[in-house]
């Protein structure tokens, strides 16, 4: 268990556990379950606290526009990304928030190199984009199903033979020069690795064939993709190792309670709103002069 302190409006946590900045991350020893010390109730307390910090912060960024937020949630099927983005962001102002759902690319998506689907979708600077699964497709579920990358019809891939471990390490070279530039653009990049165990993924997806009212989530396809589990928990090592780094790391959360994992979403969020400053601008002489016009323009009404 994490030491957990109390301070004024909540409790603090270390959280350096959860940053990867390096290549020695080992997926088959990451936790999937974490104990806060808090029961459900009090999870659920501090988030509603730690959410409303969010909202603060989120003000300012929206009146500075010197930065962007973009949050990169990625997991397994079943680990709670929708929910927790229902969740830990239900607070901020919606006008400046953006939520893109990337799913199975488009003809009009293959057309184009991997990152244009992605690039159309980052929030501006003032806002928080939140990029619910991402350009990390394009190393997962390709490194899964390379038959993927031959369809994209790319320059030099004919068949199976030509997508090697090359290609994928270049694709994630070109991902960390994406990020460095976004980065050194003004946009500030948290990358969440939502880890859930398989025992739990199975509880869920039984969860949505038992229960009538999660019907609806049910995907067959869900189903036979858990068959490579194994070769997705490969796909996510090999990804997290190669693109981890202290300017852009990964936070790994575990994922098999969905309260806690909300919870560490949004303590981590917190902590790096509040590393920016964030301050709201301060108002330019002549502007001041203007509002003090015009409070004597309606105080004469």
Not at 246 to 255: H, L, Q, R, T
């Amino acid at each position: 268990m994490f030491p957990v302190y109390a301070e004024n409006g909540g409790i603090t946590m270390d959280l350096k556990q959860f940053r990867n900045t390096n290549a020695d991350f080992q997926i088959a020893t990451a936790p999937t379950s974490f104990d806060t010390g808090l029961d459900q109730a009090g999870t659920k307390a501090e988030l509603a606290k730690t959410m409303a910090k969010i909202k603060q912060e989120q003000r300012k960024l929206f009146a500075d526009r010197r930065y962007g937020i973009i949050v990169v949630l990625q997991a397994m099927d079943a680990a709670g990304k929708d929910s927790l983005i229902s969740h830990v962001f239900s607070q901020v102002n919606p006008g400046g928030l953006r939520v893109a759902n990337f799913k199975r690319p488009s003809s009009t998506d293959l057309a184009h190199d991997f990152l244009w689907r992605i690039n159309a979708q980052l929030p501006e600077r003032g806002e928080i984009g939140i990029l619910n699964r991402s350009h990390y497709e394009d190393v997962l579920v390709s490194q899964v199903h390379p038959e993927l990358i031959v369809n994209a019809h790319l320059p030099g891939i004919y068949d199976l033979a030509d997508v090697t471990p090359a290609f994928f390490a270049q694709r994630r070279d070109d991902i960390n020069h994406y990020e460095s530039y976004l980065t050194h653009s003004g946009f500030v990049i948290l990358k969440f690795f939502l880890h859930v165990s398989k025992a739990e993924q199975k509880n869920r997806f039984l969860a949505r064939i038992e229960r009538p009212e999660k019907n609806w989530k049910f995907e067959r396809a869900d189903i036979a993709e858990r068959r490579f589990w194994d070769a997705y928990q490969q796909a996510y090592q090999d990804t997290i190792q190669a693109t981890s780094s202290k300017e852009n790391p990964w936070y790994i959360i575990p994922a098999d309670d969905k309260w806690t994992s909300r919870l560490l979403v949004a303590k981590i969020m917190v902590k790096r709103l509040k590393q920016l400053n964030l301050q709201f601008p301060v108002t330019p002489a002549d502007q001041e002069q203007l509002m003090q016009d015009a409070l004597k323009i309606l105080a004469k009404e």
